[in-house]
């Protein structure tokens, strides 16, 4: 089954890289992990050199080894909404213990910020009731019952204004028209939420949702309610048997399966030349031993980056990619040698230099 548009691209900024050595690289900046600075150059590059959207991960947890301890996804991607112009901002929220009402009104607002870039990867929260204190753990299966049931409330209380519900009246000094906001009168297992919402329709209308199809609960969750979902798989013929699957659930759901675009994460380093980059990803490896990444991954140049984009593509492996940089400031002066030329875009070949030898 072919695309019906071309390769997406993404990045995921995970700290100071995927690899839980990486911030022990010279170049790491891992002194600045808790400055705005940091992550705004982060993003600023991606969005220069023309990147889709860039995910923001996010949990109530440590990371279990490296460079720990988090800032806030949102307001990370709030505090770059200004310095990027292009790039979607697609920031983790975990809803185990976040209110609807408060993620719906966070989403709302970085889209505005953003001017209608804006997104949402949906996550849980396994093992951290006892820092709420709310709530009894969980099982996944209602982990993700209960996430199913907050991106219902989140995406009725987008709708509760309709978009012109500002009228800003100043002669009878009527700002809003009140029978263009509306009740969503969830009731649920997990939530009963009246609404309406406080904040406006997003520019957006439904700011992007995206969920990581990472077993059977996530999966159903993805089919029913995602217009981006992240897959793993170990090479590119799993990845493309698993966007059919998923492309043929989505379609059993009711949805087009065309306005659902899967992704793919692509574990990767880059330097200058193969060589270099496999030298120092054994560098990583000598200075903390990792597990093979679960999903594709390339270690080498640029080039050698876009052979595989070409080859994802050509296979129908996914509709987008998402890369997960080993060491986030190897890959950063790197990106604008990823994206693909005006003509590439339009799937038209390079010309031949007519003065080269044959």
Not at 4 to 10: A, I, V, Y
Not at 127 to 133: L, V
Request: proline share 7%; with cysteine.
């Amino acid at each position: 089954m072919s695309h019906t548009s071309p390769l997406s691209l993404g990045i995921e900024l995970s700290g100071t890289g995927a690899h839980p050595a990486s911030w022990r690289r010279a170049d790491s900046r891992a002194e600045e992990l808790f400055d705005a600075a940091y992550w705004v150059d982060a993003l600023t590059a991606a969005d220069r050199a023309g990147l889709d959207f860039a995910f923001l991960p996010d949990s109530f947890d440590l990371q279990p080894a490296g460079a720990r301890g988090r800032l806030d996804a949102v307001a990370v991607a709030a505090r770059a909404a200004a310095a990027t112009h292009r790039i979607g901002l697609i920031p983790q929220i975990p809803v185990t213990h976040t209110e609807p009402f408060h993620l719906s009104k966070a989403i709302a607002s970085l889209d505005f910020a953003t001017c209608g870039r804006a997104g949402w990867e949906v996550t849980v929260s396994a093992g951290q009731a006892d820092r709420f204190g709310r709530k009894p753990e969980q099982d996944d299966h209602s982990r993700w019952h209960e996430a199913d049931e907050a991106i219902e409330v989140v995406t009725r209380l987008w709708d509760s204004w309709e978009d012109d519900a500002e009228i800003r009246d100043a002669a009878t000094g009527r700002f809003i028209d009140r029978d263009k906001l509306h009740y969503i009168d969830f009731e649920g297992d997990n939530f009963a939420v009246k609404g309406p919402s406080i904040t406006p329709r997003p520019p957006q209308g439904q700011p992007l949702i995206a969920v990581a199809a990472a077993d059977p609960h996530s999966i159903r969750v993805a089919v029913h309610r995602a217009d981006l979902i992240r897959i793993t798989a170990p090479d590119l013929a799993a990845a493309a048997a698993t966007r059919t699957v998923l492309r043929t659930a989505v379609a059993t759901a009711g949805r087009d399966p065309n306005q659902v675009r899967v992704l793919l994460d692509v574990d990767v380093h880059l330097a200058r030349t193969a060589e270099q980059a496999a030298a120092e990803v054994a560098q990583l490896e000598d200075w903390t031993p990792n597990a093979v990444p679960d999903t594709v991954f390339r270690i080498g140049t640029p080039a050698e980056l876009r052979v595989l984009f070409r080859r994802i593509e050509a296979e129908c492996a996914a509709d987008g990619v998402v890369l997960r940089p080993l060491a986030l400031s190897a890959i950063l002066p790197r990106l604008s040698a990823l994206t693909p030329t005006l003509r590439e875009r339009l799937g038209l070949p390079r010309p031949v230099n007519r003065y080269a030898h044959a």
